[in-house]
């Protein structure tokens, strides 16, 4: 069964970055590398936790419902 990860990033803006990936090691490797354009020019950052789902649609919603107003709330008062 294949794992999906909703990850969570503190860029060197000091903004949050919220993303969902299979493969969280290659996704990371990509924000290093400034592949990813969202966090390209808020480099360094570091990686705050990450949430593993068996289920990727599970995943998905998660982080659709990180990005909503309760969702930031949830996450500034529970997982960073």
Not at 38 to 65: G, H, M, Q
């Amino acid at each position: 069964m294949e794992k999906h990860f909703v990850y969570i990033l503190k860029c060197a803006d000091g903004k949050l970055y919220t993303g969902c990936t299979n493969n969280l090691e290659e996704r990371l490797k990509r924000h290093e590398n400034g592949q990813v354009k969202s966090t390209s020019s808020r480099l360094p950052f570091e990686l705050l936790t990450y949430i593993v789902f068996n289920d990727k649609y599970k995943a998905f919603n998660f982080e659709k419902y990180l990005k909503s107003g309760s969702g930031r709330a949830l996450m500034n008062k529970r997982l960073v």
